[in-house]
């Protein structure tokens, strides 16, 4: 009797191999999309944290009715380092402005980041 797997055995565990890795790659896929977002709500987050920061260092921005402090004054202050500030999500570096705006709902400032400043 000859020892070794026969044709039919090895297409079998080529199919069963087949089907794990098309049940498992998009689950997995799939969770490192939900990381990539829940990084960047965290950079967000710490954005907002560093203009809240900056602004009680320069309580005179809060003469105005809306302010909008750009992420490049933060990196020039010290804030953040220069490398510190990468999208998780397209790798780029992140960009924006971060709106305070006080909110008589709230009866507090409220730090708002967006990709664009007006």
Known sequence: MKKGFTLVELLA????IGLVAGITIPIV???IDSGRIKAHDEQVKMIEKRAEDYVSMHINLLD????YIPVDTLITEGYFDQDELIDPIT??????CVKVAYSSVYDKYTYTYGDECE
């Open 29 to 31: 896929d799939n969770l």
């Open 91 to 96: 790798n780029e570096k992140m960009s924006g």
């Open 13 to 16: 565990v080529i199919i069963v």
């Open 64 to 67: 105005e009715e809306n302010v």
